[in-house]
């Protein structure tokens, strides 16, 4: 996978903005910031809750967890040996644990 494929799967969804986020980009929707890129373009942070790392982590040797401090914030995905079924799902979990129910199909 590579970045484009990350942002055309976050656009998808309804209401998503892409904005600068320090130096990195973020997808947002509604203002929420729901999985990041780093500047390179190698990594993507998605956001998701505890179960969601583990399963991916346990499913995947491109997933790690992502700590924001001593809090487990999310998963760290190498885009280089990413699966992209496993992305979209992460995505869309993280896009529903921020977007209003109005914007879910």
């Known amino acids: 996978m ?14 998503v903005t892409e904005a600068p986020h320090h130096d990195k980009t973020s997808f947002r929707v509604k203002g929420k910031i729901f999985a990041t890129a780093t500047p390179d373009g190698t990594h993507v942070h998605i956001f998701v809750d505890e179960h969601a790392v583990r399963a991916a982590v346990a499913t ?23 699966d992209e079924g496993l992305v979209a799902e992460l995505l869309e979990d993280a896009w529903k644990r921020k977007a209003p129910k109005s914007l879910w199909k």
């Open 60 to 82: 995947s040797p491109a997933c790690e967890e992502l700590w924001w401090g001593k809090r487990l914030a999310g998963v760290r995905i190498r885009l280089a040996g990413a």
């Open 2 to 15: 590579d970045l484009q494929q990350v942002r055309a799967i976050a656009r998808s969804f309804p209401g």
